[in-house]
């Protein structure tokens, strides 16, 4: 028979379990999930149907494979040569805290995402434009989710704004309170348009290339 002093000692042996799994999971979070590889084919169909890809575009392997380490995880990149020497690229990123969730941080270990001489502008959506191997570029990164209506964001708090929104919900409240599942996913897709030397991406092409790749990611697998 089980008597009071045991429930208590019981309950209290629980609570203090989940308070230190959720402990864990606050101050030592898991290494980040590797996010799922990007649909390379559907994404060039897409671009190719908007007239945004040369005739005879070669078909390109990823110039580095996909990565995983105790800070930042990464897909394969996806990149595309568009006309008139533009270059986009596509890269998965999931970061393991909140204050990493930047593109910043998610493009800093690839020369061609890693952007010098950044400044913020944000229309049509929240972009970071500077250079990327002396070549000007623009950069944004997309929350796939099937909520937001503005999915893009640059900086920790705008993408974490995206993240919390998405996160709402009490299916999995439980299982977050006790450590048992992270409490936000951090991943998001970076964009990145940059043009031959001296030449920028013009905001119009920019535009076009957001309309094309977001349905494509958003509806992703």
Known sequence: MITPPLLVRWYGAL??????????????PRWPAAPRPLPAEQLESALRGAQLLPATAPALAPPWPAKRSYELAT??????PLREGFELTLMGGAVRQRFNF???VIGREQASLSLSQRRLIG???????????DRPTLQTCLVSGPGPARPFGVTREQLTTITDRLA???DSAIEKVIGLQPHRVYACTLISLRGPKGKPPSDRLWQQVLAVVEPVLRTRT
Not at 75 to 80: E, N, Q
């Open 75 to 80: 897909t394969a990149p996806v990149v595309l």
């Open 168 to 170: 709402v919900g009490r």
């Open 123 to 133: 229309s049509p959506v929240p972009t970071a434009r500077g250079l990327t191997q």
């Open 102 to 104: 930047q593109t910043s």
């Open 15 to 28: 609570a203090i379990a989940a308070s230190l799994l959720a402990t864990q999971a606050i101050l030592l």
